[in-house]
Each structure stands twice: as C-alpha cells, then as structure tokens.
Nanobody
C-alpha cells in the first residue's frame, strides 16, 4: 500500500497558474518503491466522468497528456523526494475539478485537491 497526498489546489482566475504536488509514502512491508512506478494525475468535475490529465513514466523520461490540457500542463517527478507535480498554466474555467494523484502500484489514489478557475 502507498499513501498519496495532494496539495496546491486553490481558487484562481482564468489565465492563471497553479502547481499541484503529490507526496507519496509507503506503508511498511508493502515493498513500494516510488521510482519503480508510473504516476499520473486525473480529474473529475461534478457530473462529469473522471479523465486522465497527465502521466509520467517511472524514470520521468516519458509523459503523456489529455488532449484538453496538452500544451498548458506539465507533469514532472522527483524520485529523490517521492513527489510528483503538475504545473498548470493558462487555466480555463473548464479545468475546474478535483484533481487526483494516482500510482500504478496497486492502483493507488489520493484523496484529491480542489482546483477552481473562476473570475
């Protein structure tokens, strides 16, 4: 098992930026090693389906993004700190959602952080 804790969500104006962070910590005895697993960000707005925002490979060399955020968001990871980040620029009202951090290890999820884009 792994614990994932997101932070950085806030109310921002359209066109603004936010940086989300996800801190991972393993439960003793699970054998989870952060650097061995892909990480990703998902989001879900009320009444909408959950959608992939961004994903990153274990070593950070490969990334992919949902079409709606491509060119605006950047995912990164720091394997020395067991953290993954999502830099969000040029935010739009349509980006309003709860953002969740996910690890490929046993399909683990954080509790989410709220991002609201509104003037």
């Amino acid at each position: 098992q792994v614990q994932l804790v997101e932070s950085g969500g806030a109310l921002v104006q359209p066109g603004g930026s936010l940086r989300l962070s996800c801190a991972a910590s393993s439960i003793p005895g699970t054998g989870f090693v952060f650097r061995d697993y892909a990480m990703s960000w998902f989001r879900q707005a009320p009444g909408k389906s959950r959608e992939l925002v961004a994903a990153i490979s274990p070593n950070g060399r490969n990334t992919n993004y949902g079409d709606s955020v491509k060119g605006r968001f950047t995912i990164s990871r720091d394997n020395n700190r067991d953290t993954v980040h999502l830099q969000m620029n040029s935010l739009k009202p349509e980006d309003t959602a709860v953002y969740y951090c996910r690890s490929a290890f046993r399909d683990s999820w954080g509790q989410g952080t709220q991002v609201t884009v509104s003037s």
